[in-house]
Nanobody, 115 residues
Framework: QVQLVESGGGLVQPGGSLRLSCAAS????????MSWHRQAPGKERELVAI???????HYVNSARGRFTVSRDNAKNTVYLEMNSLRPEDTALYYC?????????WGKGTQVTVSS
């Protein structure tokens, strides 16, 4: 049974940091490109960062320089380190695993940036 389970969300003040984790099971994690997405209330889900199966990374403009995506294939886990958080980063954050013929999503973890 495939599972992607996000954790690490919470309430943080502007300028603060959070580290999200996504634990994967039920598929060959190392073969999959992994990504983080987010959806704010009333908005469409958007891509935040990608890490390929070979470790290459890509960030959307709003995340570049503040967020870092990484993966640990030995632990079947992908991470999103978020620094200098802003109120506009408030959203439900999802991880996604994409293979050649498969596409898996987690259920999300809430990040709220507020003073």
């Amino acid at each position: 049974q495939v599972q992607l389970v996000e954790s690490g969300g919470g309430l943080v003040q502007p300028g603060g940091s959070l580290r999200l984790s996504c634990a994967a099971s039920g598929f060959t994690f190392s073969y999959y490109g992994m990504s983080w997405h987010r959806q704010a209330p009333g908005k469409e889900r958007e891509l935040v960062a990608i890490i390929t199966s070979t470790g290459s990374t890509h960030y959307v403009n709003s995340a570049r320089g503040r967020f870092t995506v990484s993966r640990d294939n030995a632990k079947n886990t992908v991470y999103l380190e978020m620094n200098s958080l802003r109120p506009e980063d408030t959203a439900l954050y999802y991880c996604r695993g994409q293979g050649t013929m498969s596409d898996y999503w987690g259920k999300g973890t809430q990040v709220t940036v507020s003073s």
